[in-house]
Protein backbone atom coordinates (compact mmCIF):
# COMPACT_ATOMS: atom_id res chain seq x y z
CA UNK A 1 0.00 0.00 0.00
CA UNK A 2 1.47 3.19 -0.99
CA UNK A 3 2.52 6.44 1.57
CA UNK A 4 -0.54 8.46 -0.20
CA UNK A 5 -3.12 5.65 -0.02
CA UNK A 6 -2.34 5.08 3.90
CA UNK A 7 -2.49 8.90 4.00
CA UNK A 8 -6.18 8.95 2.46
CA UNK A 9 -7.20 6.51 5.00
CA UNK A 10 -6.14 8.79 7.92
CA UNK A 11 -7.73 11.59 6.62
CA UNK A 12 -11.01 9.52 5.98
CA UNK A 13 -10.44 8.19 10.02
CA UNK A 14 -9.84 12.22 11.06
CA UNK A 15 -13.08 13.55 8.78
CA UNK A 16 -15.23 10.68 10.44
CA UNK A 17 -13.92 12.24 13.66
CA UNK A 18 -14.46 15.51 12.80
CA UNK A 19 -18.12 15.08 11.91
CA UNK A 20 -19.33 12.46 14.98
CA UNK A 21 -17.10 15.09 17.43
CA UNK A 22 -16.69 11.48 19.20
CA UNK A 23 -13.94 13.13 20.85
CA UNK A 24 -12.83 16.82 21.51
CA UNK A 25 -11.74 18.68 17.67
CA UNK A 26 -8.56 20.14 19.28
CA UNK A 27 -7.80 16.39 20.06
CA UNK A 28 -8.45 15.16 16.51
CA UNK A 29 -6.53 17.69 14.98
CA UNK A 30 -3.67 17.20 17.08
CA UNK A 31 -3.73 13.38 17.37
CA UNK A 32 -3.91 14.12 13.52
CA UNK A 33 -0.73 15.61 13.41
CA UNK A 34 0.58 13.15 15.89
CA UNK A 35 -0.52 10.07 13.75
CA UNK A 36 1.25 11.78 10.52
CA UNK A 37 4.67 11.52 12.18
CA UNK A 38 4.39 8.49 13.50
CA UNK A 39 3.21 6.78 9.74
CA UNK A 40 6.36 8.45 8.12
CA UNK A 41 4.48 10.72 6.19
CA UNK A 42 6.19 13.92 7.62
CA UNK A 43 9.48 14.24 9.32
CA UNK A 44 8.90 13.82 13.62
CA UNK A 45 10.40 17.37 13.75
CA UNK A 46 7.56 18.92 11.90
CA UNK A 47 4.80 17.46 13.60
CA UNK A 48 4.28 20.33 15.81
CA UNK A 49 4.96 23.08 13.18
CA UNK A 50 1.70 24.39 13.09
CA UNK A 51 2.09 25.92 16.57
CA UNK A 52 5.10 27.84 15.40
CA UNK A 53 3.35 29.11 12.56
CA UNK A 54 3.15 33.12 12.09
CA UNK A 55 -1.31 32.62 11.45
CA UNK A 56 -1.42 31.06 14.99
CA UNK A 57 0.25 33.86 16.42
CA UNK A 58 -1.49 35.96 14.70
CA UNK A 59 -5.06 34.42 15.89
CA UNK A 60 -4.08 34.65 19.75
CA UNK A 61 -3.65 38.56 19.22
CA UNK A 62 -6.82 39.07 17.58
CA UNK A 63 -8.39 37.21 19.67
CA UNK A 64 -6.90 39.19 23.10
CA UNK A 65 -7.31 42.76 21.01
CA UNK A 66 -11.33 42.04 19.82
CA UNK A 67 -11.67 40.57 23.73
CA UNK A 68 -10.80 44.33 25.02
CA UNK A 69 -13.72 45.57 23.07
CA UNK A 70 -16.26 42.88 25.32
CA UNK A 71 -14.74 43.57 28.71
CA UNK A 72 -14.74 47.36 29.11
CA UNK A 73 -18.34 47.29 27.78
CA UNK A 74 -17.40 49.04 24.61
CA UNK A 75 -19.08 46.58 22.00
CA UNK A 76 -21.84 46.52 24.31
CA UNK A 77 -22.28 50.10 24.36
CA UNK A 78 -22.27 50.51 20.35
CA UNK A 79 -24.99 47.53 20.03
CA UNK A 80 -27.07 49.18 22.88
CA UNK A 81 -27.06 52.11 20.92
CA UNK A 82 -27.63 51.33 17.24
CA UNK A 83 -30.32 49.08 18.49
CA UNK A 84 -32.20 51.61 20.60
CA UNK A 85 -32.11 54.23 17.70
CA UNK A 86 -33.72 51.90 15.14
CA UNK A 87 -37.06 51.82 16.79
CA UNK A 88 -39.56 48.92 18.07
CA UNK A 89 -40.85 47.82 14.51
CA UNK A 90 -39.68 44.45 13.73
CA UNK A 91 -38.36 45.47 10.05
CA UNK A 92 -36.76 48.62 11.49
CA UNK A 93 -35.12 46.42 14.57
CA UNK A 94 -33.65 43.83 12.62
CA UNK A 95 -31.98 46.01 9.98
CA UNK A 96 -30.29 47.68 13.31
CA UNK A 97 -29.57 44.59 14.64
CA UNK A 98 -28.31 42.89 11.66
CA UNK A 99 -26.47 45.53 10.56
CA UNK A 100 -24.46 46.26 14.10
CA UNK A 101 -23.82 42.72 14.16
CA UNK A 102 -22.08 42.75 10.75
CA UNK A 103 -19.84 45.83 11.46
CA UNK A 104 -18.53 44.58 14.57
CA UNK A 105 -17.85 40.73 14.00
CA UNK A 106 -15.80 42.31 11.15
CA UNK A 107 -13.54 43.27 13.42
CA UNK A 108 -14.01 41.68 16.49
CA UNK A 109 -15.05 37.55 17.59
CA UNK A 110 -18.04 36.13 15.71
CA UNK A 111 -19.94 34.62 18.54
CA UNK A 112 -18.74 37.00 21.01
CA UNK A 113 -20.06 39.94 19.53
CA UNK A 114 -23.64 37.81 19.52
CA UNK A 115 -22.88 36.72 22.84
CA UNK A 116 -22.83 40.70 23.92
CA UNK A 117 -25.96 41.72 21.89
CA UNK A 118 -28.08 38.92 23.14
CA UNK A 119 -28.95 40.82 26.32
CA UNK A 120 -30.29 43.71 24.07
CA UNK A 121 -32.28 42.26 21.63
CA UNK A 122 -34.16 40.37 24.53
CA UNK A 123 -35.09 43.28 26.45
CA UNK A 124 -36.20 45.25 23.79
CA UNK A 125 -38.05 42.57 22.13
CA UNK A 126 -39.68 42.34 25.15
CA UNK A 127 -40.60 45.77 25.45
CA UNK A 128 -42.16 45.65 22.18
CA UNK A 129 -43.57 42.19 22.67
CA UNK A 130 -41.51 41.01 19.27
CA UNK A 131 -41.14 37.41 19.60
CA UNK A 132 -37.07 37.12 20.04
CA UNK A 133 -36.50 34.19 18.03
CA UNK A 134 -37.67 36.80 15.34
CA UNK A 135 -34.28 38.88 15.84
CA UNK A 136 -32.21 36.21 17.35
CA UNK A 137 -31.47 34.44 13.99
CA UNK A 138 -31.28 37.51 12.18
CA UNK A 139 -28.50 38.27 14.29
CA UNK A 140 -26.69 35.07 14.24
CA UNK A 141 -26.62 35.14 10.22
CA UNK A 142 -25.36 39.12 10.45
CA UNK A 143 -22.71 37.96 12.73
CA UNK A 144 -21.75 35.16 10.56
CA UNK A 145 -21.79 37.37 7.26
CA UNK A 146 -19.60 40.20 8.50
CA UNK A 147 -17.03 38.19 9.44
CA UNK A 148 -16.37 37.92 6.09
CA UNK A 149 -15.72 41.98 5.14
CA UNK A 150 -12.13 41.78 6.55
CA UNK A 151 -9.11 39.07 6.73
CA UNK A 152 -9.70 39.32 10.47
CA UNK A 153 -13.12 38.97 10.37
CA UNK A 154 -12.86 34.89 10.68
CA UNK A 155 -10.43 32.54 11.19
CA UNK A 156 -10.45 30.82 7.46
CA UNK A 157 -9.84 34.20 6.34
CA UNK A 158 -6.72 34.14 7.83
CA UNK A 159 -5.82 30.35 7.14
CA UNK A 160 -6.68 31.22 3.36
CA UNK A 161 -4.12 34.20 3.73
CA UNK A 162 -1.53 32.19 5.45
CA UNK A 163 -2.08 29.14 2.74
CA UNK A 164 -0.54 31.59 0.00
CA UNK A 165 2.06 32.24 2.37
CA UNK A 166 3.14 28.49 2.72
CA UNK A 167 2.83 28.43 -1.22
CA UNK A 168 5.27 31.45 -1.60
CA UNK A 169 2.92 33.47 -2.79
CA UNK A 170 4.22 37.16 -2.11
CA UNK A 171 1.15 38.92 -3.35
CA UNK A 172 -1.39 37.42 -0.87
CA UNK A 173 -4.92 38.74 0.22
CA UNK A 174 -5.03 42.69 1.45
CA UNK A 175 -7.04 43.33 5.02
CA UNK A 176 -9.86 44.67 3.10
CA UNK A 177 -9.74 42.97 -0.14
CA UNK A 178 -11.83 40.31 0.96
CA UNK A 179 -14.57 43.33 1.31
CA UNK A 180 -14.89 43.40 -2.69
CA UNK A 181 -17.14 39.95 -2.11
CA UNK A 182 -18.01 40.28 1.74
CA UNK A 183 -19.69 43.32 1.78
CA UNK A 184 -22.12 42.82 -1.15
CA UNK A 185 -22.64 39.29 0.61
CA UNK A 186 -23.70 41.02 3.65
CA UNK A 187 -25.66 43.82 2.20
CA UNK A 188 -27.76 40.68 -0.12
CA UNK A 189 -28.03 38.71 3.07
CA UNK A 190 -29.47 41.67 5.51
CA UNK A 191 -32.48 42.12 2.39
CA UNK A 192 -32.80 38.37 1.77
CA UNK A 193 -33.80 38.06 5.75
CA UNK A 194 -35.62 41.04 6.02
CA UNK A 195 -38.26 40.97 2.99
CA UNK A 196 -38.02 37.20 2.54
CA UNK A 197 -36.00 35.30 5.52
CA UNK A 198 -38.74 36.69 7.66
CA UNK A 199 -41.48 35.01 6.72
CA UNK A 200 -39.56 31.79 7.40
CA UNK A 201 -38.83 32.57 10.75
CA UNK A 202 -40.44 30.86 14.20
CA UNK A 203 -42.11 32.55 16.63
CA UNK A 204 -41.00 31.55 20.45
CA UNK A 205 -41.39 33.57 22.98
CA UNK A 206 -38.42 34.26 25.31
CA UNK A 207 -37.95 35.84 28.56
CA UNK A 208 -35.56 39.13 28.41
CA UNK A 209 -34.71 37.98 32.02
CA UNK A 210 -33.58 34.37 31.40
CA UNK A 211 -30.17 33.70 32.28
CA UNK A 212 -28.02 34.01 29.00
CA UNK A 213 -24.37 32.02 28.63
CA UNK A 214 -22.62 35.50 28.17
CA UNK A 215 -18.63 34.75 26.15
CA UNK A 216 -17.36 37.61 28.11
CA UNK A 217 -18.74 40.19 30.74
CA UNK A 218 -18.25 43.66 31.10
CA UNK A 219 -15.98 45.21 33.87
CA UNK A 220 -16.43 48.12 35.81
CA UNK A 221 -17.39 49.88 32.17
CA UNK A 222 -14.72 52.66 32.82
CA UNK A 223 -15.22 55.43 30.03
CA UNK A 224 -11.53 56.18 29.91
CA UNK A 225 -11.06 52.41 29.37
CA UNK A 226 -13.50 51.75 26.58
CA UNK A 227 -12.22 54.77 24.30
CA UNK A 228 -8.80 52.97 25.31
CA UNK A 229 -9.55 49.83 23.77
CA UNK A 230 -11.23 51.46 21.09
CA UNK A 231 -8.21 52.89 19.79
CA UNK A 232 -6.05 50.23 19.95
CA UNK A 233 -8.33 48.27 17.89
CA UNK A 234 -8.13 51.02 15.51
CA UNK A 235 -4.64 51.21 15.18
CA UNK A 236 -4.59 47.67 14.57
CA UNK A 237 -6.60 47.35 12.01
CA UNK A 238 -5.21 51.03 9.91
CA UNK A 239 -1.83 49.53 10.39
CA UNK A 240 -2.87 45.92 9.35
CA UNK A 241 -4.73 47.79 6.15
CA UNK A 242 -2.44 50.66 5.31
CA UNK A 243 1.19 49.42 6.44
CA UNK A 244 2.33 49.04 2.72
CA UNK A 245 1.25 52.60 2.11
CA UNK A 246 2.67 54.16 4.69
CA UNK A 247 5.99 52.55 5.21
CA UNK A 248 5.48 49.81 7.30
CA UNK A 249 5.83 47.01 5.52
CA UNK A 250 8.60 44.60 5.83
CA UNK A 251 9.04 46.75 9.80
CA UNK A 252 5.30 45.84 11.47
CA UNK A 253 4.03 42.73 9.72
CA UNK A 254 0.11 41.74 10.88
CA UNK A 255 1.05 39.32 13.51
CA UNK A 256 3.14 41.95 15.38
CA UNK A 257 0.89 44.51 15.01
CA UNK A 258 -1.82 42.18 16.55
CA UNK A 259 0.28 41.19 19.26
CA UNK A 260 1.38 44.43 20.45
CA UNK A 261 -2.04 45.64 20.17
CA UNK A 262 -2.57 42.52 22.66
CA UNK A 263 -0.16 43.63 25.00
CA UNK A 264 -0.81 47.52 25.32
CA UNK A 265 -4.63 45.78 26.29
CA UNK A 266 -3.34 44.14 29.00
CA UNK A 267 -0.86 46.65 30.15
CA UNK A 268 -3.72 49.65 29.89
CA UNK A 269 -6.00 47.50 32.34
CA UNK A 270 -8.31 46.83 29.11
CA UNK A 271 -9.11 43.23 30.52
CA UNK A 272 -6.42 41.36 32.50
CA UNK A 273 -3.76 38.84 31.81
CA UNK A 274 -6.22 36.14 32.76
CA UNK A 275 -8.69 37.23 30.66
CA UNK A 276 -6.07 37.60 28.10
CA UNK A 277 -5.73 33.75 28.39
CA UNK A 278 -9.34 33.24 28.83
CA UNK A 279 -10.29 35.21 25.50
CA UNK A 280 -8.14 33.06 22.89
CA UNK A 281 -10.19 30.50 21.24
CA UNK A 282 -7.56 27.61 21.88
CA UNK A 283 -10.03 24.98 20.10
CA UNK A 284 -9.10 27.42 16.93
CA UNK A 285 -5.78 27.20 17.53
CA UNK A 286 -5.03 23.82 18.28
CA UNK A 287 -7.22 22.98 14.92
CA UNK A 288 -5.20 25.12 12.78
CA UNK A 289 -2.19 23.87 14.22
CA UNK A 290 -2.87 20.47 13.76
CA UNK A 291 -4.51 20.59 10.51
CA UNK A 292 -1.04 21.86 8.80
CA UNK A 293 0.82 18.81 9.24
CA UNK A 294 -1.68 17.07 8.00
CA UNK A 295 -1.75 19.11 4.59
CA UNK A 296 1.89 19.08 4.72
CA UNK A 297 1.75 15.32 5.02
CA UNK A 298 -0.99 15.16 1.96
CA UNK A 299 1.72 17.03 -0.09
CA UNK A 300 4.54 15.01 0.56
CA UNK A 301 2.75 11.68 0.52
CA UNK A 302 0.84 12.55 -3.07
CA UNK A 303 -2.64 12.41 -1.21
CA UNK A 304 -3.62 15.71 -2.00
CA UNK A 305 -2.52 14.99 -6.17
CA UNK A 306 -4.46 11.76 -5.97
CA UNK A 307 -7.35 13.92 -4.74
CA UNK A 308 -7.10 16.68 -7.68
CA UNK A 309 -6.83 13.86 -9.96
CA UNK A 310 -9.42 11.73 -9.39
CA UNK A 311 -12.17 14.73 -8.64
CA UNK A 312 -10.60 17.04 -11.95
CA UNK A 313 -11.13 13.32 -14.16
CA UNK A 314 -14.74 13.45 -13.14
CA UNK A 315 -15.35 16.58 -14.10
CA UNK A 316 -14.09 15.48 -17.91
CA UNK A 317 -10.36 16.13 -17.38
CA UNK A 318 -10.13 19.87 -18.40
CA UNK A 319 -12.91 21.45 -16.25
CA UNK A 320 -13.41 25.02 -16.55
CA UNK A 321 -12.42 27.99 -13.82
CA UNK A 322 -16.36 28.20 -13.22
CA UNK A 323 -16.85 24.44 -12.48
CA UNK A 324 -13.69 24.16 -10.15
CA UNK A 325 -15.22 26.96 -8.11
CA UNK A 326 -18.49 25.63 -7.79
CA UNK A 327 -17.11 22.03 -6.93
CA UNK A 328 -15.16 23.97 -4.02
CA UNK A 329 -17.80 25.79 -3.17
CA UNK A 330 -20.13 22.41 -2.58
CA UNK A 331 -17.56 21.06 -0.81
CA UNK A 332 -16.25 23.66 1.48
CA UNK A 333 -20.62 23.76 2.17
Given at each position: ?5 R?L??L????LL ?5 I??A?TA??GAI ?8 P ?6 G???S ?9 V??A?M???G???K??N??V?L???S ?9 LV????S????N ?12 G?C ?5 P?S????P??F ?6 I ?14 A?Q???Y ?5 F ?7 I?LT???I ?11 P?V ?9 QE???NEG?V?K????G?I?L?V ?5 L ?12 E ?10 V ?10 Y ?10 FA????V ?5 K ?6 I???TV?L ?11 AI????S?
Open positions: MSQAVCMLIVIAFVTELPLIMGACGILGFIVKAVFALSNTVVLFAGMFVGAFYTLAQVGVVKSGTENSLMFGIMGALLSVLSTGTAACLLPVVLIAAAKIARQLMLAACGLGGITMVGTPPNIIANGLAAGTNTFGFEYAWIGPVAGLYMMFIGKHLLKELDANQEIEVEASKQWISALVVLVMAGNKIGLKGIVTLMAAIIGAMVSLSGCLTERQASSIDWVTIFLGMMPSSAMDTGAGKLAEWGMGGSPSPIMVTLFILC
